[in-house]
């Protein structure tokens, strides 16, 4: 599923000649499309695979001897079929939809007050705060999942979606935290003195100085959330026991897996499917992405 | 308008004094200099009477009402800042109106205003801009347009003029100075320029390294600088400034030069100081050694050495020397100012 980047990181590369001034064209080529094509080749591939498997019948897919494994003869819907009417996956991708945004829009919320405390209030011990919050995202998920099992069972959130709600923030609200205290760092204090001075208070500046000029900023924290949220894998396969309640990265692999039979075209069907909701989600955020990543507030 | 009253008013930032107590009276509807080099205090003052910054010691009253705990809101003032501060996600026109918006003013009364700003400051075709779209001088006049729709009882600047280029400067530092004179409204400006200072000002304040050297008049200033600092500050080119003694009849430079005395001088006399343009070209004066002759057009600028000391005079008359050539000059002595040892004027 990482494959969904592809599709920004060639958006970002692809700007680059109209900033650099190159001679001639020859040069050019070997330089900068040469690579280009290189870097592509090996993001995109698996996306191809991937979408080559989905439709690819049965037969040829089991049978490579006869069957030229980069290319499919006949195309056939039959594992979406078979995902979409005969399994949850509907449902699935529902719940991860669900998580996604929730945790998303959860943990967006508090980093942005955390930040906005953290670097405009400057409060007793604020940089003390701040380290903390980044210490918590080093953290790694594979230790933190089981005290934070037992909380998820006592708050009998266990199999629900709030348990992956409620948890996914752990890992979310320390990133996003930091991005959002860099951006907000690049918005000149001036404009909130002004404010200040013009008779407005902390939310209203927040609200109406603050977030509008760090709205690039809070978009690409919300593709980070949303994109970390839609792969996690860790917690969901923890927390989430029910097959209707499964999200689609751990559904797909649990269910789709029959004993040691791997449903391969199920499998890439229901990868494939899963992606598209981020990669589209992607290609309507790319340049305020791109924007926030390379520059910050002008003028 | 207001008053302002800003009484031993010191700053501390953790263990660094920034500023040992500063006494300054402004009487409504005065426009006020605060001058001095960079570091010395002067936006750190203007941003404790503003509220921006709490005050370590002292007291500030704007409008005889002590402000030391009021917020800034509720300050009364409007603040120019340095780099505009303008709000580049709104127009012009929700710039000059947020302050009211916020105030929760009828929207016939923030047109009202915001459109009477824009005629008075030329912007009634801008207003739909946004600051990205607009000229140095445009944003700059935008700024003051935020500040005059709030009919503040203080104006503050802070160096307002330091981002624009030459030509401009000297076009907006007459436009604020008029606009200042219209509305009469009390007013605190903060420049690292002395021409700025002594052409805008009713009242400058020099400072240097939080403190107040000298406050007064800009040609009080010029004309009767308390001290060496201010001696050399105020004016431009600078007060020739030469250390020396009484001595053999007249003031006997350190370079070896001497030069003629007021009658009554103080024997105490350790820095003798003449302005450039207070040295005339004389046949019976001191002899030097032109070192560098700048014309101006209006006036020459000489470098003279006169022993080894090296003193520039400024002559209406176009001098035709060349370097190494001889010329004689004399200051004027009703314009000598001498200083004691202490570097304080001798009276
Ligand atoms: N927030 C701050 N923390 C520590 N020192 C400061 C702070 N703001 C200003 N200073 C120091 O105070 C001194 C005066 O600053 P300032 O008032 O900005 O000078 P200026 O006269 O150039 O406007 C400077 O030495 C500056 O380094
Ligand atoms: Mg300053």
């Known amino acids: 599923m990482t494959d969904a980047a592809a599709a920004p990181q060639s958006n970002t590369a692809t700007a680059a000649p109209e900033m650099l001034s190159w001679d001639s064209k020859s040069r050019r080529v070997v330089m900068l499309y040469v690579p280009l094509a290189c870097f592509l080749l090996i993001l995109l591939f698996p996306f191809y695979w991937m979408t080559v498997t989905a439709f690819k019948p049965n037969a040829e897919l089991y049978d490579y001897a006869t069957h030229n494994p980069f290319w499919i003869t006949s195309p056939t819907l039959d594992h979406i079929r078979h995902l979409l009417f005969n399994t949850s996956y509907p449902h699935w991708l529902w719940t991860t939809m669900l998580v996604s945004i929730a945790a998303t829009f959860l943990s967006l919320l508090s980093s942005t007050l955390a930040a906005y405390a953290i670097q405009r209030l400057r409060f007793r011990g604020s940089q003390y705060v701040g380290l903390a919050i980044y210490l918590a995202y080093l953290v790694p998920p594979s230790i933190l999942f089981i005290p934070l099992a037992t909380m998820v069972v006592r708050l009998g959130l266990f199999d629900t979606p709030f348990a992956l709600i409620l948890t996914y923030p752990t890992f979310l609200v320390p990133f996003c935290t930091w991005l959002l205290i860099g951006y907000f760092k690049s918005i000149p204090y001036e404009l909130e003195e002004c404010a200040l001075i013009d008779g407005a208070s902390r939310l209203q500046i927040l609200r109406q100085i603050t977030l509008p000029l760090a709205i690039p900023g809070l978009i690409s924290a919300g593709i980070f959330s949303f994109t970390l949220s839609w792969n996690e894998f860790i917690y969901a396969l923890a927390f989430i026991q029910s097959s209707e309640n499964k999200t689609v990265p751990v559904a797909i692999l649990t269910e789709l897996v029959t004993g040691d039979v791997y449903q391969w075209g199920a499998l890439m069907a229901g990868s494939l499917l899963g992606s598209l909701p981020v990669a589209i989600f992607y290609s309507f955020f790319v340049d305020y992405y791109v924007s926030s990543l390379t520059g910050a507030v002008k003028e | ?347």
């Open chain 2, 1 to 347: 308008m207001a008053t302002v009253s800003v009484r031993q008013a010191k700053k501390v930032f953790g263990s660094t004094k920034i500023l040992h107590g500063v006494d300054v009276e402004i009487a409504d509807g005065e426009f006020v200099v605060l001058v001095g080099p960079s570091g010395c205090g002067k936006s750190t003052l203007l941003r404790m009477i503003a509220g921006l910054e709490n005050i370590s010691g002292g007291e500030i009253a704007i409008g005889g009402r002590v402000v030391n705990n009021v917020p800034p809101k509720d300050r009364d003032i409007a603040m120019v800042f340095q780099n505009y501060a303008l709000y580049p996600h709104m127009t012009v026109r929700e710039n000059m109106a947020f302050s009211m918006k916020l105030a929760k003013a009828p929207a016939d009364v923030m047109e009202e205003e915001v459109k009477r700003a824009a005629k008075i400051l030329g912007l009634d075709a801008l207003l739909d801009r946004y600051p990205r779209q607009l000229s140095g001088g445009q944003r700059q006049r935008v700024a003051m347009g935020r500040a005059i729709v709030r009919h503040p009882q203080v104006f503050l600047f802070d160096e307002p003029l330091s981002n624009l280029d030459a030509k401009l400067r000297v076009q907006m530092r007459s436009e604020i100075k008029e606009l200042q004179q219209r509305l009469a409204t009390t007013t605190i400006y903060v420049t690292h320029d002395q021409i700025e200072a002594m052409t805008m000002a009713d009242q400058i304040v020099v400072m240097n390294g939080g403190r107040i050297e000298q406050a007064g008049a800009p040609l009080a200033l010029y004309d009767r600088p308390a001290n060496l600092f201010v001696a050399g500050f105020i004016g431009s080119p600078a007060m020739n400034l030469l250390p020396g003694r009484v001595a053999d009849g007249g003031f006997r430079t350190d370079g070896g030069a001497l030069l003629p005395l007021p009658p009554g001088a103080n024997a105490q006399a350790a820095t003798y100081g003449i302005r450039p343009e207070h040295l005339m070209l004389a046949d019976d004066g001191v002899e030097g050694t032109i070192v560098l002759v700048e014309p101006t057009g209006s006036e020459t600028q000489v470098t003279l050495r006169i022993g080894e000391t090296q003193i520039i005079g400024a002559f209406r008359e176009r001098v035709q020397g060349r370097p190494g050539d001889l010329l004689r000059v004399a200051p004027d002595l009703s314009l000598v100012h001498l200083f004691g040892p202490d570097g304080n004027r001798l009276p």
